[in-house]
C-alpha cells in the first residue's frame, strides 16, 4: 500500500477465520498492519452478507429473514389501508420490495433442508398476509401458491 500511497484504517479492520465445524479454532494468531494488530472477530458482515468463523448460513439467513420480516411488516398497513389496491399490484410490490431483501446473496448459498424450509415458511406467511388470511383458514401451501401464481420459493432458489 505504501508504493501507491495508500493508508490502511486499522482501527476499523477486523479478520475472521474459518473454524470448520467440529474444529477447534486456530492458534491465537494476530494479523499485524502498520504495526498494530488486527482485531480477530466471530462474524463479519461483507458486502451486505453476513458471515460466520463457522462457515454456516445460519447468521446471514438469520439477519436476511429480520430485514425481510421487518420490510414486510412496514408495508402491512400499506396493504391493509390500500383496500382498493388489486391482488396483483400487492403481489409486485411483495416480489420487488421484500422478496429481494430476503433472498439477497442467495445465487451463492448451500442451503440445508432445515434452511430452505425457513426460507419457504417465510414466503408463505407473506402471501397469507398478502391475502388476508391466516393458518386457522387450513388452507394448504399448494393452494395458496396457485391461487397466487407461485412457484414454491425452494423452485425460485434453483432457477
Known amino acids: 500500500c505504501e508504493c501507491w500511497q495508500l493508508v490502511i484504517n486499522v ?15 486456530a492458534a491465537e494468531e494476530v494479523l499485524v498492519l502498520g504495526g498494530q494488530p488486527v ?5 463479519l458482515k461483507y458486502l451486505g452478507i453476513q458471515l460466520s468463523d463457522s462457515g454456516t448460513l445460519d447468521a446471514g439467513l438469520n ?3 429480520r430485514k425481510a420480516a421487518h420490510k414486510c411488516l412496514t408495508l402491512q398497513p400499506t396493504f391493509s389501508y390500500l383496500r382498493s389496491l ?3 399490484a400487492k403481489l409486485r410490490i411483495l416480489e420487488g420490495a421484500v422478496m429481494p431483501t430476503l433472498l439477497y446473496g442467495a445465487h451463492s448459498w448451500a442451503l440445508t433442508a432445515q434452511q430452505e424450509q425457513r426460507l419457504h415458511t417465510f ?14 383458514d387450513r388452507i394448504p401451501n ?8 407461485q412457484q414454491p420459493l425452494k423452485e425460485q432458489l434453483r432457477l
Open 123 to 136: 414466503h408463505m406467511r407473506c402471501l397469507r398476509r398478502l391475502l388476508g388470511l391466516s393458518l386457522l
Open 11 to 25: 482501527a476499523r479492520q477486523s479478520t475472521l477465520w474459518y473454524n470448520p465445524p467440529g474444529t477447534q479454532p
Open 63 to 65: 439477519a436476511r429473514l
Open 39 to 43: 482485531e480477530r472477530v466471530k462474524q
Open 86 to 88: 388489486g391482488f396483483r
Open 142 to 149: 399448494f393452494v395458496l401458491l396457485a391461487r397466487c401464481g
